[in-house]
């Protein structure tokens, strides 16, 4: 997996949030105090920053709720998880072809399959235009399905997606 760029300020703000959900979550947890000569020993905040960070980063960013509160500076970023099928177009060539993508809120793979060739994701960025135009541009590594260097199938490119 690859991280990826948004032309949106969304992870600046969210590190924002992160810090100081963890700053009251350590300080409330070292105000707890299970019996009176015995406290509850609080975790650092930064220990609480990774456990929210991993939570956010795996599954959070997800949720339609978090994602609609754009009034917080919480942008949508959408999540493009699955496998997706179409054709590729070069001057008067089509190919079919598959894509799979597995993306986390800060790291994104994608996989593109035709038939004779298999291609890797060393680059990614994601462009939010609004809701409905969604650029997805990334930089792969492409090699042939057959592993025989005779085929020439081996190079390098870039690609535009435009999702709407």
């Known amino acids: 997996m690859v991280i990826y760029n948004l032309d949106i ?3 600046r703000n969210c590190y924002y949030y992160l ?8 300080f409330l947890i070292s105000k707890v105090s299970l019996i009176d000569k015995y406290s509850l020993t609080a975790p ?4 609480i920053f990774g456990f929210l960070y991993w ?16 009034f917080l500076g919480l942008y949508h970023i959408p ?21 799979s993508i597995n993306q986390k809120w800060s790291k994104i793979e994608l996989c593109l399959e035709a038939n004779d060739t298999i291609s890797y994701t060393t680059m990614a960025s994601i462009q ?16 042939p399905r057959t592993g025989l260097e005779a085929d020439n199938l081996y190079g390098e490119g870039v690609t535009d997606l435009v999702l709407k």
Not at 90 to 98: A, L, M, Y
Request: avoid cysteine; hydrophobic fraction near 45%.
């Open 79 to 99: 999540n493009l998880n699955g496998t997706w099928s179409g054709k590729i177009s070069r001057g008067k060539e089509s190919k079919e072809i598959s894509i």
């Open 44 to 47: 650092s905040t930064m220990a």
């Open 19 to 26: 810090v100081i959900i963890s700053t009251l979550i350590g």
């Open 9 to 11: 300020p969304a992870r």
């Open 55 to 70: 939570l956010f980063d795996n599954h959070l960013w997800k949720w339609r709720f978090l994602n609609n509160l754009n």
């Open 128 to 143: 939010i235009e609004d809701e409905k135009i969604v650029k997805l541009k990334w930089l792969y590594f492409v090699k």
